[in-house]
T-cell receptor, first 115, second 112 residues
Framework: EPEVTQTPSHQVTQMGQEVILRCVPISNHLYFYWYRQILGQKVEFLVSFYNNEISEKSEIFDDQFSVERPDGSNFTLKIRSTKLEDSAMYFC?????????????FGSGTQLSVL | RKEVEQDPGPFNVPEGATVAFNCTYSNSASQSFFWYRQDCRKEPKLLMSVYSSGNEDGRFTAQLNRASQYISLLIRDSKLSDSATYLCVVNIYGGSQGNLIFGKGTKLSVKP
């Protein structure tokens, strides 16, 4: 089965530093997403992206966050000035369509630790 | 009120047992419903979608009650490999497909 790949698997950074989390969605997918999961908490939606634009974002996705598809394969999440509370597992996902029953394929995640 | 509520468990059951998970959701506009499975520190994986008429996939049966805003998952003949956290997930009508609302999950531990 095709996979969504994420790098790095673990990222440690100092508070206030910028981090970029990288994702390679499945090649024929058109819709891309970022979710996060703080340890012991539920998975939370951050943002969806289609046709080089953000299509929807949550309250969590404030001005410190940005997403980009810099080329035909990568999809990145940037956090400009990390805070301690940004420590979480960040999951990238992709899908072919935006139909509400369409399956999302999740990557294995990047564990971000902000010290 | 939380959007998707689940009993956190853990549910500790012997192999071969039948176990049921329940979930309630608060937004009556919810249109799509799913059960995901998440192993420790791994990504969520879709177990099954939940349809209004109820649906079954092998040992797994999902039910939806829109009037009560209630979703269930039944696992029959549980296996050691079923040990995981089971996430109840809904999609709100009008939201993009990716804006899934996750419950916190119910942890299942199947013992030999």
């Amino acid at each position: 089965e095709p996979e969504v790949t994420q790098t790095p698997s673990h990222q440690v950074t100092q508070m206030g530093q910028e981090v970029i989390l990288r994702c390679v969605p499945i090649s024929n997918h058109l819709y891309f997403y970022w979710y996060r999961q703080i340890l012991g908490q539920k998975v939370e939606f951050l943002v969806s992206f289609y046709n080089n634009e953000i299509s929807e974002k949550s309250e969590i996705f404030d001005d410190q966050f940005s997403v980009e598809r810099p080329d035909g394969s990568n999809f990145t999440l940037k956090i400009r000035s990390t805070k301690l509370e940004d420590s979480a597992m960040y999951f990238c996902a992709s899908s072919t369509y935006s139909d509400s029953n369409e399956k999302l394929f999740f990557g294995s995640g990047t564990q971000l630790s902000v010290l | 009120r939380k959007e998707v509520e689940q009993d956190p468990g853990p549910f500790n059951v012997p192999e071969g047992a039948t176990v049921a998970f329940n979930c309630t959701y608060s937004n009556s506009a919810s249109q799509s419903f799913f059960w995901y499975r998440q192993d420790c520190r791994k990504e969520p994986k879709l177990l099954m979608s939940v349809y209004s008429s109820g649906n079954e996939d092998g040992r797994f049966t999902a039910q939806l009650n829109r009037a009560s805003q209630y979703i269930s998952l039944l696992i029959r003949d549980s296996k050691l490999s079923d040990s995981a956290t089971y996430l109840c997930v809904v999609n709100i009508y009008g939201g993009s497909q990716g804006n899934l609302i996750f419950g916190k999950g119910t942890k299942l531990s199947v013992k030999p």
